[in-house]
């Protein structure tokens, strides 16, 4: 679902969409569209996906 407005993550108008994720109201820029994940779930998640190397961060 879309609509006009402020995106939540580069503040630019837009058509939104929601991140699947967190909910925020994204721009196309700021959001995947094969996975409707925003940005900053995206960074999230690839750091999920790629597992290693962030599990004790002393
Ligand atoms: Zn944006
Ligand atoms: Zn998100």
Do not use: N
């Not at 960074?43 to 290693?52: A, K, N, V």
């Amino acid at each position: 679902m879309e609509s006009a407005g402020l995106c939540d993550i580069c503040k630019k108008t837009a058509y939104l969409s929601s991140c699947v994720l967190c909910g925020k109201r994204v721009c196309p820029s700021c959001v995947d569209p094969m996975k409707g994940v925003c940005v900053a779930c995206k960074r999230g998640t690839d750091i999920g996906l790629s597992g290693e190397g962030i599990k004790e961060l002393d």
